[in-house]
Structures are given as C-alpha cells and as structure tokens.
C-alpha cells in the first residue's frame, strides 16, 4: 500500500492562505486517484476534495469550491490543496486518501485504502 505523508498546515488568520501538500511513496503515483478529507473536533470525517488519476477532472465540496483547489504532481508524487480565503469553520485535521479503482462514491471516506496521518489547519478570527 501506499504510504501517505501530510505536510503545510498550521495557524493562519481568517482571509488568509495556505498550501497543503501529501507526499506518496509509491509508483507510480499516477495510478491512484486522490482526494483531501477533513476533520474538525467532535465531527465526522468530512470530503473535501478529489483529483482523478492524471488530474484531468476535479471536485470540490460546495464549502470550498472557489476557495479551496486540489492538484497534482505525479513527476513529484504529490498531491496539494491550495486553500485560500480562509474561514474559521475551516479548522480541522486534513487528510489525504488514495485509492487505485474507480468508483462512483468519491465523496465517501469509505472508498479510500489508503491514508495520511493527517495535518492541522487552524484559521483564527
């Protein structure tokens, strides 16, 4: 399996920005379809966003979409989250997942083998 590794979170204040990055060790990197989850305290695991294999199709969730932006690197074997326009809502640990097949269920944390530990992101008022 792969190994999933988070990394660019941290405290930032509300209007401000922040680049996630999810560094795989597995090859090659373009085989797995890639998404970002989030966690915030006493919540479920909620969906982010999702990338297909060689980036040519993106969804975000409604609460980010026009905010936040998901990519790739395959050459680097990285996934990112560009996060702009930070809210406080958007404190939570992010997650990033991977998983090999298709599937229809993108947005269920269920369809995903594979996970980061996570990182903090905590937007302050």
Known sequence: ????????????????????????????FSTYRMAWFRQAPGQ????VAYITRIGASTVHA????????????NAKNTLYLQM??????DTAVYYCAARMTATFEIMSEKSYDCWGQGTQVTVSS
């Open 84 to 89: 702009n326009s930070l809210q406080t809502e």
């Open 62 to 73: 409604d609460s980010v979409k026009g905010r936040f932006t998901i990519s790739r690197d």
């Open 44 to 47: 479920e695991r909620e969906f």
């Open 1 to 28: 399996q792969v190994q999933l590794v988070e990394s660019g979170g941290g405290l930032v204040q509300a209007g401000g920005s922040l680049r996630l990055s999810c560094a795989a060790s597995d090859q090659p």
